[in-house]
């Protein structure tokens, strides 16, 4: 059975950091784009950060770029993101997500296409006080 696991959520305070981790079971990170989105209330689902296990290249969007950072240790099959200089604005609910197709797809992809990504995570809450 395919799951993707992500833990690190939590509260703190404008200007900490935090660092989540998606554990992914039942499948290797060979030949994925993994990614991770997050989802505000009320607000459209937004991809964040990805990277490809091919060549470890990265995409951020412009709103964490410089704060956010994706890493995966393959060894353990696991995806982290360490965000750093939190915002209120990044409260959501983040979403740790796996997709065979490239980076550059996945990274372009507009929401209505989401539904088509391999593989989702169940979501961990970080909560970013003012």
């Known amino acids: 059975e395919v799951q993707l696991v992500e833990s690190g959520g939590g509260l703190v305070q404008a200007g900490g950091s935090l660092r989540l981790s998606c554990a992914a079971s039942?499948?290797?990170?060979?030949?994925?784009?993994i990614a991770w989105f997050r989802q505000a209330p009320g607000k459209e689902r937004e991809g964040v950060a990805y990277?490809?296990?091919?060549?470890?290249?990265?995409i951020y969007a412009v709103s964490v770029e410089g704060r956010f950072t994706i890493s995966t240790n393959n060894a353990k099959n696991t995806v982290y993101l360490q965000m750093n200089s939190l915002k209120p604005e990044d409260t959501a609910v983040y979403y740790c997500?796996?997709?065979?197709?490239?980076?550059?797809?996945?990274?372009?992809?507009?929401?209505?296409?989401?539904?088509?990504?391999?593989?989702w995570g169940q979501g961990t809450q970080v909560t970013v006080s003012s």
């Open positions: 039942g499948f290797t990170f060979d030949d994925y784009t």
């Open positions: 997500a796996a997709d065979r197709r490239g980076i550059t797809i996945i990274a372009t992809l507009f929401p209505k296409d989401y539904n088509g990504i391999n593989y």
């Open positions: 990277i490809s296990s091919r060549d470890g290249s990265t």
